[in-house]
């Protein structure tokens, strides 16, 4: 590989890449580039080159790093998960990702034979409220650059669009504590506030967490997790903010989790009732576990887990062939949700591959049946629909090599959605007719951004 060579802009680290590195290359001869160190001026990276992530990155000063549609980022492999590499974009900061479906900003392993856990994460933390004041990026040295939080519920940490995580997730350790917050692993959100914009963001292949919701208010749309090690989305700490259009998908189990759930909502650790209660208000997800009934149990847990002392309002979504169940709550939430406390789960289609266990109960013993549960969120109110087999949803492919998980003719999916009342009401939330993530227009079709492999 070619050096090439630069004069430093200022104290902002932009230097180039050389053999030591030992990265992949994509087999053309387009530039390669190395971001290191700290980004501290106002930095636009080249479309027509690619750059190699060095360690850890940090951007600061209140400074905006901007990635045009077309980079591919290669993150250096490092063993150690002290030493991983990871881009932090710090409070005041910003960060635009530009990418278009057939041009997506890329972010992967640097590594020949890619794998689960080779990198960290993208984090970003703003300056939005969370349930603990301020805390600092779990697994990330405890300093000035890794805080988040704040009481700037608009805070703006920028726009991310047309973005493609892969191979992520390697700061966090095998079976890593379920009762603390996790470390920081694909996209995390920390104290990201509603200022910011995201839409059409993949994360694949991480070792660990697929999309991290640690307090803050930012909303987002059209989010696809692929394949990752532990929770699809996870909201702790005070999280409030809006979503739609989500997926979470996956083919296998994992050796990393303890429990992988699609969608798993907490409050914080102790738990406490510590305002703002995690509450994440969310329509038109679809979660899809692994084909076929378990006959040797795996970490595949729950499609949706509501614990330690969330809120969360879940509508017009789709949940299946979770081995566990479909919704699970514990003793601090199962009052919570039988009271109507705030929280909902509502007007979804739902199924799990043991029916008496498509909703159940974590007595924080073991998870059993909860039959009285299931009553009361199929009655007129909640309007839940269980179905017995994943093919009664009638989704064009559900299991096929690249998924389709449009409704197909006669799919239950195609109607019943139900936006009525104050959450469901306000503009952010397009109003379709459909329940899941896709209706007929299917916006997670293989392309050069959503990539199923």
Known sequence: ??????????????????????????????????????????????????????????????????????????????????????????????????????????????????????????????????NVGTGHAEGLPVNADTQYGGTVANDNSGTINYLRIEYAGGINPPAEDEWIVDK?????????????????????????????????????????????????????????????????????????????????????????TNAPLTRPVISNMTIIGPQGVETVKTNINQGVYMRKGTRLAIRNSVVAEYSQGAFMTCPRTRPVILADDGAEFRSNLVQSDSADRTFSYDNSTTVVPDPDMAVFETNSVNKNTQLNASTEFKLVGMYTAVPNLTPGDGSPALTGADFTGVDFSVPFFVKTSYRGAVGTSNWAAASNWASWK
């Open 1 to 130: 590989m070619k050096n090439y060579f630069l004069l430093p802009v200022l104290a902002a680290m932009v230097l180039f890449s050389c053999k030591k590195d030992h990265l992949a290359t994509t087999g053309d001869n387009t530039q390669m580039d190395t971001l290191q160190g700290a980004i501290t001026t106002n930095t636009t990276l080249s479309a027509n080159k690619n750059y190699f992530l060095k360690g850890k990155v940090y951007v600061k000063n209140n400074v905006t790093l901007n990635i045009p549609a077309g980079v591919t980022v290669f993150a250096q492999v490092n063993d150690a998960a002290a030493d991983k590499s990871a881009l932090i974009i710090t409070q005041g900061s910003k960060i635009n990702i530009t990418g278009t479906a057939d041009n997506p900003v890329v972010f992967t392993s640097a590594a020949t034979n890619k794998k689960q856990g080779d990198w960290g994460a993208i984090v970003i933390l703003g300056k939005a409220p969370t």
């Open 184 to 272: 920081v692993s694909g996209l995390c959100l920390a104290s990201v506030g509603s200022g910011t914009q995201i839409d059409n963001v993949m994360v694949s292949h991480s070792n660990d967490d697929g999309f991290q919701f640690v307090g803050g208010t930012v909303n987002a749309t059209h989010l696809l997790a692929y394949n990752n090690g532990d929770d699809d989305f996870d909201f702790d700490l005070g999280y409030q903010g809006n979503l739609q259009f989500l997926i979470g998908y996956r083919t296998q189990a994992s050796s990393q989790a303890l429990r992988a759930n699609g969608f798993e909502s907490y409050n914080d650790e102790v738990p406490t």
